[in-house]
């Protein structure tokens, strides 16, 4: 193992997310314009580099990949339904902190940190295992998402139910008829009356809350997250590109160039961004978190290339990227649904630092 192309690697990408963490610190960027960054990273850098990273490989050598991706696949939505069923069963977490941490054990930084990392180290084949494995992380979020709206939305309901006004109404008729068994008829008419008013405004109030939750269908919401991102899009059009037999000229090749070689820099000025963002907590979540993220998914990515006999020049690579960061994406989504945001953004800290370790441990297990 090359020592000092390793520390030419790691050092850039250390500097850059401790630029992006005193930014952060020091309030240089606001909420808006850190999102932009990561907007600018993930939405448009990133798959343009991936997008002429998936036309460089040659055909022949794509046509061989069908097994690694069958195996990226299990080892990312397969084993986040694993996880997530696993987190359900054991009843340790709450639901939507269950989804939390299934998703951060399956998916990882790789869009982030894959090109910075890898490029240095091995080369331009990375690109192309860094392409095959965003997409598949772009098909363990629509599941992710799905389940996080479906458990979103049966707590609203809840919650609605429980301060629904007719259920209120009802207890108030039934007290007032405890505390006063002897009023007259007359009285006794004006409450029934007022209790059938209540009900009355009460169903089209009822009705509204929920249409509102059918409005927010979980299935759609996921779908839409996973399958409008252009990360899942771009290599996939750079591979039809390729299977086609089309070259893609070298102007336009340059022109989707320019844009990305913005991404490494930008994304992990960003992720440091996100870390000043989030308070930073040390527990026994975080410390058994952040050791199964550089760990468990490596370790089943690794039997799954032996079960399945892969053979493929981009599989140390992707051994490598499974024991990356958590992805930035897990934070966005803690802090979006309210579970876990303090462990997240640790686990991401924590993580991130333990990349002085796990890279060269990889490389060294893959060799």
């Known amino acids: ?75 990312h939505a397969g084993f986040f339904l694993v996880a997530w069923a696993c987190f359900r069963l054991a009843k340790t977490l709450s639901s939507t902190a269950a989804i939390i941490y299934a998703l951060m054990l399956s998916t990882s930084a790789t869009p982030v940190f894959g090109l ?40 609203l309901q809840a919650k609605d139910l429980a301060l629904s006004p007719v259920s209120g109404s009802v207890k108030m008729g039934s007290a007032s008829k405890q505390q006063h068994p002897t009023a ?10 007022a209790v059938m008013l209540l009900e009355m405004d009460a169903v089209p109030k009822q009705q509204q809350i929920v249409s509102s939750l059918t409005r927010q269908n979980p299935v759609l919401n996921g779908l ?11 290599p996939i059009l750079g591979i039809a590109i390729v299977l086609a037999g089309y070259h893609l000229p070298k102007v336009v090749a340059s022109c989707f160039e320019l844009i990305g070689s913005t991404t490494s820099g930008v994304a992990v000025f960003a992720v440091g961004l996100v870390l000043a963002a989030h308070p930073i907590s040390l527990s026994r979540a975080v410390l058994f978190g952040t050791l199964g993220r550089i760990t468990v998914q490596s370790a089943v990515l690794f039997a799954l290339l032996h079960l399945l006999h892969v053979v493929s020049p981009f599989a140390r690579e992707a051994l490598v990227c499974c024991s990356f960061p958590l992805a930035t994406v897990v934070v966005l989504f803690a802090a979006r649904y309210k579970s876990a945001e303090a462990e997240s953004a640790s686990m991401l800290l924590f993580s991130t630092v333990a990349l002085a370790v796990t890279v060269p441990a990889m490389l060294w297990l893959s060799r």
């Open 1 to 75: 193992m090359n020592i000092g192309g390793l520390v030419g690697a790691l050092v850039p990408v250390f500097f850059v997310l401790a630029l992006g963490f005193f930014a952060g610190k020091r309030n240089s960027f606001d909420a808006d314009q850190a999102a932009g960054l990561s907007k600018l990273a993930v939405s448009y850098a990133l798959p343009a580099s991936l997008f002429v990273g998936m036309t460089t490989i040659p055909k022949d050598l794509l046509l061989q990949q069908g097994r690694l991706v069958f195996a990226l696949i299990l080892s």
């Open 116 to 155: 910075a990392v890898l490029q240095p180290l091995l080369g331009p084949t990375s690109s192309g295992a860094v392409g095959l494995i965003a997409l598949a992380i772009n098909l363990t979020v629509p599941p992710a998402v799905i389940l996080l709206e479906m458990d979103a939305a049966s707590k």
């Open 184 to 193: 007259n008829s007359t009285k006794n008419l004006t409450a029934s009356t």
């Open 224 to 234: 839409k997250a996973g399958f409008q991102s252009p990360l899942l899009w771009a």
